[in-house]
């Protein structure tokens, strides 16, 4: 698994069969966290195998919220791995962040 | 919740009415609230100190979104006639914060000014002030600074922070919270005022029964069964419509993906470059940056799309028409919806039964200081909201001289409160409730043998949106120094900036 534009964390290029695990901890607020893939509900632990062929592509809609009792400094951390070893860190997700992120994991080989 | 609010009103100060939409004409609400979103969210990251290049990731997070809007737009239909269509959809809605009733935000009862006759119980106040990084919350009021602290906070420190997981595992050491309070002489440095000497209260508090904490595992588990469900059915109505786009795009015309990551990763770096040493953005900046966003969208692809440079197959045009943008539609109406529905959930879980024990210690220079036990009990008993609080004190030194026993006085207090629909309903969506109050306070002080008996009657009366009076009268038979009755009233004026926000929003719609 690759990021291939530095400024772009939320875009991958994966290789078939690489199984992506996308893990994520709530501090300072309860877990609310729902993850798609494809048109299916992605349940927890948020993982799947990449099966299309190339170029096409996964995409991965996920959304973050914060229950009314979070800290003033709350917020998700989180990070996609593969089994082939790779780990990126996403951008922390803030009450101001965009609580919708999508994800795309474009399948090169 | 101060910079939720800022981030928040920022958005809506970016809404398409506010920047000329040179970049993408006659852009779509779903479009131009997200890009609003986007921007917002990149100024905060800026604020909270990300260079250029990591403020720019709110656009890479919401850009397969905005892609696929994009796309939709150029897809639709001539003068679509459809309940639901690209051009009616609205942004969807987070369900997030909501405006929560027992926050006791006014001044401790025994404050000077206070319109409240009995305190609530409940660990809100110090969870509120919960810190992540260290185990102490301070706040300043006035002359008076307060430390908050408890085992919870301490014991997280070394368990990896105030995350999710420690918060169930370590539930019982929440049950504990401590604080102390120090009279301040010195304003310019808080905590030089930590001294023994300037120590005026400290209290305990163990919660005995109950949590009604939205961070608990409880509410959690309302929140996957009754409201996760919706978050759901739309996150997969538009994976759905994503990936049968992006599939047939990758059948027909994969040199346009192709083409549109470029268009992204063009604009990702040119306005990384634009942020580059800026620490928040100007007006100007928040203008140009969103008609950059809107540009790359209408020119890189709607415009492909839309004159047929690039083909999208009639049965994807279809499904994407008549079966994705209705169903984002039906899932966004239904999460409109779940905001009320979540705030009477709120209601309810807030009113589950609460049992507090506290104690206070009242240290003072001139005389013998004085502890206090209290028990604290909070219950709904329909449709009245009933809190018990008993208790009562002793001295540390009795003074012979004084008459004072080892037993200060003993105290109850009874509160019966509740709510009625507003008779003066500033608008329709204005939903706040008139909330009315009665207590009585019993107090026996050991030394004089006096019985103090007070009455409290309190009505708040919202008089606008977000903005309501709170009025109270109260009798006492005598008080602590006179040995006469008195009666005496309260009124003041309370801002709820939370509503405020919320109405703000909805008539924007």
């Known amino acids: 698994m690759t990021q291939p534009d530095p400024l772009d964390p939320f875009h991958f290029e994966v290789s078939r069969g690489e199984e992506i695990s996308i893990t994520e901890t709530a501090i300072g607020t309860n877990d609310l966290v729902e993850a798609s893939l494809d048109g299916n509900t992605l349940e927890r632990p948020f993982k799947f195998s990449a099966t299309k062929t190339p170029p096409h592509r996964h995409v991965v809609a996920m959304q973050f919220d914060f229950d009314q009792d979070h800290t003033a400094n709350a917020k998700y951390t989180w990070k996609v791995s593969s089994d082939h070893g790779e780990t990126f860190a996403l951008p922390k997700v803030t009450p101001s962040s965009v609580l919708d992120p999508g994800l795309s994991f474009k399948v090169i080989a | 919740m101060r910079r939720i609010i800022a981030a928040m009103l920022a958005a809506l100060a970016l809404s398409p009415f506010a920047y000329a939409q040179k970049g993408y004409p006659d852009v779509p609400q779903v479009i131009s609230a997200r890009v609003a979103l986007v921007v917002a969210d990149m100024d905060a990251r800026l604020q909270g100190g990300a260079p250029g290049n990591d403020a720019v990731s709110p656009i890479a997070a919401a850009w397969d979104q ?13 003068q679509d006639k459809a309940e639901f269509s690209i051009r009616t959809l609205k942004a969807a809605q987070y369900l997030g914060e909501t405006a929560r009733t027992d926050k006791q935000i006014s001044a401790v009862s025994s404050a000077t000014g206070s319109t409240t006759l009995v305190e609530k119980p409940g660990l809100v106040t110090f ?12 706040a300043v009021n006035g002359t008076s600074l307060t430390l908050t602290t408890s085992p919870y906070s301490l014991l997280v420190l070394g368990e990896g922070g105030d ?26 440095n808080v905590l030089n005022n930590v001294t023994t000497k300037q120590l005026s209260d400290y209290s305990g508090k163990v919660s005995l029964i109950g949590d009604r904490s939205t961070r608990s595992s409880k509410f959690r588990d309302l929140w996957n069964k009754d409201f996760a469900p919706l978050i759901q059915r739309r996150l997969n109505t538009l994976t759905k419509g994503q990936v049968a786009l992006l599939d047939k795009l990758a059948e027909n015309s994969p040199a346009f993906l192709d083409t549109s990551d470029s268009v992204k990763s063009e604009l990702l770096k040119n306005i990384a470059d634009s942020l580059q040493g800026k ?22 692809v709607y415009q492909q799309v839309k004159t047929g440079a690039v083909d999208v197959p009639k049965d994807t045009r279809d499904f994407i028409n008549t079966n994705v943008i209705p169903a984002l539609g039906s899932a966004n109406e239904a999460l409109i919806a779940a905001r009320e529905n979540l705030k009477d959930a709120i209601d309810k879980f807030t009113k589950r039964p609460l049992l507090t024990f506290e104690y206070t210690g009242h240290r003072n220079a001139t005389q013998s200081g004085y502890a206090e036990f209290k028990l604290l009990y909070d219950q709904h008993v329909a449709p009245l909201d009933v809190v018990i ?3 009562f004190s002793t001295y540390n030194t009795p003074s012979p001289a004084l ?9 109850g207090n009874l509160e019966l409160g509740g709510k009625a629909t507003n008779p003066f309903p500033v608008t329709d969506r204005d939903l706040a409730k008139v909330t009315y109050s009665v207590s009585a306070q019993l107090e026996r002080f050991e030394e004089k043998g006096t019985n103090i008996a007070v009455a409290n009657f309190r009505l708040e009366l919202p008089i606008a949106a977000a903005v309501s009076i709170p009025l109270s009268v109260s009798y006492a038979n005598k008080t602590e120094l006179l040995n006469e009755k008195e009666i005496k009233g309260h009124f003041g004026l309370t801002f709820d900036l939370d509503k405020l926000y ?7 719609k």
């Not at chain 2, 969870?127 to 301070?138: D, F, N, Q, T």
């Not at chain 2, 919320?502 to 924007?508: C, Q, V, Y």
């Open chain 2, 127 to 138: 969870l509120s002030y919960a810190v992540e990084h260290g185990a102490i919350a301070k």
């Open chain 2, 403 to 411: 008459h004072q026993g080892r037993i200060r006085e003993y105290h």
């Open chain 2, 163 to 188: 995350t999710a997981q420690n918060f169930d595992k370590l539930a019982f050491w929440r049950r504990f919270n401590m604080s102390a309070s120090f009279n301040m002489t010195d304003q310019s």
């Open chain 2, 279 to 300: 620490t928040q953005m100007s007006d100007t900046d928040k203008s140009s940056i969103t008609d950059k966003i809107f540009a790359a969208l209408h020119d890189g």
């Open chain 2, 389 to 391: 609080n008993a208790g």
């Open chain 2, 502 to 508: 919320a109405l703000t929003r909805t008539l924007t």
């Open chain 2, 66 to 78: 905005l892609f696929f809007y994009t796309v939709a737009d150029g897809i639709a239909p001539e």
